[in-house]
């Protein structure tokens, strides 16, 4: 298994670009997430979503927007990059929400000049 | 929203001494609680985990951590560290009625001086 994979490992965008950050999980699992972790600020939930076709907004969700269109892949996409998006960005899943062991991917460091 | 609040931002330690990491969690029902550690240039690993029963928790590589529900507390300690437990450590919590949402603390890096 290869787990959670995240692509690309680091981007760097300009003010005002989009892009779409890569996650999938070849674990079967119902739930999937998007953290950003920023210095000082621990890990921060984007959105979340508990099953394909369903997703829900996080403690942060503005600028960012999610799909989930299969049990495999939960695609974080940025509209219009901001300097404030400068973070990394973790996607989590696991077979349930509440008390599941949450696994992670490896992360991807974005930088917004 | 529920908060994870961890009070020691940087922790430093020589190798064999003891080690205990505070975290609380301002939420007054059913918790699930969890420890989390990103060794450097990794991502986030679980250390352990409490649903219910025992509050003393055992976890990986001799890490424990105690519920004490009075303090909404979880704290993590170790006898004694290692080198390798350099690493920044993540308390996290569920909730009864937020079970969807994983929070936080704002993590606790830990160096520990061979």
């Known amino acids: 298994n290869a787990g959670v994979t995240q692509t690309p490992k680091f981007q760097v965008l300009k003010t005002g670009q989009s892009m779409t950050l890569q996650c999938a999980q070849d674990m079967n699992h119902e739930y999937m997430s998007w953290y950003r972790q920023d210095p000082g600020m621990g890990l921060r939930l984007i959105h979340y979503s508990v099953g394909a076709g369903i997703t829900d907004q996080g403690e942060v969700p503005n600028g960012y927007n999610v799909s989930r269109s299969t049990t495999e892949d939960f695609p974080l996409r940025l509209l219009s990059a901001a300097p404030s998006q400068t973070s990394v960005y973790f996607c989590?899943?696991?077979?349930?929400?509440?008390?599941?062991?949450?696994?992670f991917g490896p992360g991807t460091r974005l930088t917004v000049t | 929203a529920q908060s994870v609040s961890q009070h020691n931002h940087h922790v430093i330690l020589s190798e064999a001494a003891s080690l205990e990491l505070g975290c609380n969690y301002s939420y007054g029902g059913t918790v699930n609680l969890f420890w989390y550690v990103q060794y450097p240039g990794q991502h986030l690993q679980l250390l352990l985990k409490y649903f219910s029963g025992d509050p003393l928790v055992k976890g990986i590589k001799g890490f424990e951590a105690e519920f004490i529900k009075s303090k909404f507390s979880f704290n993590l300690r170790k006898p004694s560290v290692q080198w390798s437990d350099t690493a920044e450590y993540f308390c996290a919590v569920t909730t009864g009625n937020t079970g969807n949402q994983f929070y936080f603390g704002t993590g606790t890096s830990l160096t520990v001086i061979p």
């Open positions: 989590a899943s696991s077979y349930g929400a509440g008390g599941y062991e949450q696994y």
